[in-house]
């Protein structure tokens, strides 16, 4: 079995922090780009930050300057702090990673699979 769970949630006021953190877990053979997306109430699903294997990083516009993504592959860990935190931010938070897996049916031995995490909901108050 494979998964991420994400923790450090919370309800915090603006212009607060928080840092978010993802650990995957079981048979992954690889954890290659790993991101955060946030989906806040009546909004689609968007894109926050990502860090490939080689720890280069994308962001969200509105996160430049913010937001700081980083990971710890000992750990199999990406992280998202969160700094100057405004209402709009609230969000509940997705973590993603694109992995490869055991696979019996393929040569090599493995697949690529997309993890998603449960979420953690990030409430910013004024």
């Known amino acids: 079995q494979v998964q991420l769970v994400e923790s450090g949630g919370g309800l915090v006021r603006a212009g607060g922090s928080v840092r978010l953190s993802c650990t995957a877990s079981g048979s992954i053979f690889s954890l290659n780009a790993m991101g955060w997306y946030r989906q806040a109430p009546g909004k689609e699903r968007e894109m926050v930050a990502d860090i490939t294997s080689s720890d280069t990083t994308r962001y969200a516009d509105s996160a430049k300057g913010r937001f700081t993504i980083s990971r710890d592959n000992a750990k199999s860990t990406v992280y998202l702090q969160m700094n100057k935190l405004k209402p709009e931010d609230t969000a509940v938070y997705y973590c993603?990673?694109?992995?490869?897996?055991?696979?019996?049916?393929?040569?090599?031995?493995?697949?690529?699979?997309?993890?998603w995490g449960q979420g953690t909901l990030v409430t910013v108050s004024s």
């Open positions: 993603n990673a694109e992995t490869t897996v055991e696979s019996s049916e393929e040569e090599r031995g493995y697949r690529f699979l997309e993890l």
